[in-house]
C-alpha cells in the first residue's frame, strides 16, 4: 500500500517542485507593448508626493511625471473586450496584485468620480488620452506592515472599470512614494478604445 502511495505521490511532489503544475496568475504569456500616453494632470501647485486627503470626495494632486517609466519586465493587460488595457510590472518589490471588474455609476461608494473607503481616502484625478480617471487610495495596518490598496477607476458606458492594486509591505527598504510613483506609471500606460 505504501508503495502504490508513493508511486501516484512522488511523480506529482516533482512536478509541482520543479514548477510544471502551478496555478496560473493570470498574467499574459506574451505581452504586447504599448506606448505610454500623455497624462494631462489635473491638480492645484501641490508637492506631488503630498496628495490632500479627505473622506469626503475627490482631493487632487500632481502625477509625479516621469518617476517611473515601463521597461522590458512590464507586461500588458488588455480587457477581454478591449475597451481598455494598461501596463504592469510583474517583478520588484513595488509590484502590486490586482484584480479588475465593473461597478455602477450610482455606487454609494463612488464620490465625483472617484473610489471612497471607509476611513481616510487619497484621491487623484488624472487625464489620459482624453479620459478623466481617477486613483484613490488608502493605507492600513501597523507601522511597518502596512497594506496600501488603491481603486483606479476609469470611466465606461455603463459605469466605471474598477481595477483595485494592493500591495503590502514586505520590506524594510520598501518606499511608499517609489510605490505610489510606479501606479503613476501604470496609469500613464492607459489604452482605450
Known amino acids: 500500500m505504501k508503495r502504490l502511495f508513493l508511486a501516484l505521490v512522488a511523480p506529482v511532489v516533482m512536478l509541482v517542485g520543479a514548477g510544471c503544475l502551478g496555478g496560473d496568475d493570470g498574467a499574459p504569456t506574451t505581452p504586447k507593448v504599448t506606448t505610454p500616453a500623455a497624462v494631462k494632470s489635473e491638480s492645484t501647485e501641490k508637492p506631488a508626493a503630498q496628495p490632500t486627503t479627505s473622506n469626503d470626495g475627490a482631493s487632487e494632486a500632481s502625477v509625479p511625471a516621469g518617476s517611473i517609466t515601463p521597461d522590458g519586465s512590464w507586461v500588458t493587460y488588455t480587457a477581454r473586450d478591449g475597451r481598455y488595457g494598461f501596463q504592469y510590472p510583474v517583478k520588484g518589490k513595488y509590484a502590486p496584485a490586482w484584480g479588475a471588474g465593473?461597478?455602477?455609476?450610482?455606487?454609494?461608494?463612488?464620490?465625483?468620480?472617484?473610489?471612497?473607503?471607509?476611513?481616510?481616502?487619497?484621491?487623484?484625478?488624472?487625464?489620459?488620452?482624453?479620459?478623466?480617471?481617477?486613483?484613490?487610495?488608502?493605507?492600513?495596518?501597523?507601522?511597518?506592515?502596512?497594506?496600501?490598496?488603491?481603486?483606479?477607476?476609469?470611466?465606461?458606458?455603463?459605469?466605471?472599470?474598477?481595477?483595485?492594486?494592493?500591495?503590502?509591505?514586505?520590506?524594510?527598504?520598501?518606499?511608499?512614494?517609489?510605490?505610489?510613483?510606479?501606479?503613476?506609471?501604470?496609469?500613464?500606460?492607459?489604452?482605450?478604445?
Not at 455606487?107 to 479620459?131: M, N, Y
Not at 507601522?143 to 466605471?160: M, N, Q, R
Open 102 to 193: 465593473m461597478i455602477a455609476k450610482n455606487d454609494p461608494q463612488l464620490a465625483d468620480g472617484c473610489w471612497q473607503f471607509e476611513g481616510k481616502t487619497t484621491s487623484r484625478k488624472a487625464t489620459v488620452q482624453g479620459v478623466e480617471t481617477c486613483l484613490s487610495s488608502m493605507v492600513s495596518g501597523a507601522a511597518g506592515a502596512e497594506t496600501y490598496t488603491h481603486v483606479w477607476l476609469i470611466p465606461s458606458a455603463t459605469g466605471f472599470e474598477k481595477v483595485t492594486f494592493t500591495k503590502k509591505r514586505a520590506y524594510a527598504d520598501f518606499e511608499p512614494e517609489t510605490y505610489e510613483a510606479t501606479l503613476d506609471a501604470v496609469v500613464k500606460t492607459l489604452t482605450t478604445k
